[in-house]
């Protein structure tokens, strides 16, 4: 089993900038991917930024340019910073890991509302 806790998520102003972080218990390095996630109110859920172990960053595109994905490896951490934000990215903001033979797992979410 993994476990995945989410922080950083908040109150913002439109244009301003939030860091969300990702703490797994486990080594990230023993995940195929890890990702983070969002859903709206009344929508889908939607993938914002992709991070597989081996290969190139993936952003959906209406973050590129401002989100950013990363990671500790030694805090086995992974983090989202976003700039700029809008208000229509309010909304739960959720992490994910998928394993090689374990299936996936998922946060358990971060508010992150932006508004004046």
């Known amino acids: 089993q993994v476990q995945l806790v989410e922080s950083g998520g908040g109150l913002v102003q439109p244009g301003g900038s939030l860091r969300l972080s990702c703490a797994a218990s486990r080594s990230i390095f023993s995940f195929s991917t890890m990702g983070w996630y969002r859903q709206a109110p009344g929508k889908e859920r939607e993938w914002v930024a992709i991070?597989?172990?081996?290969?190139?960053?993936k952003y959906e595109d209406s973050v590129k340019g401002r989100f950013a994905i990363s990671r500790d490896n030694a805090k086995n951490t992974v983090y989202l910073q976003m700039n700029n934000l809008k208000p229509e990215e309010t909304a739960v903001y959720y992490c994910?890991?998928?394993?090689?033979?374990?299936?996936?797992?998922w946060g358990q979410g971060t508010q992150v509302t932006v508004s004046s």
């Open positions: 994910n890991a998928d394993t090689y033979d374990s299936g996936q797992f």
């Open positions: 991070m597989p172990s081996r290969g190139l960053i």
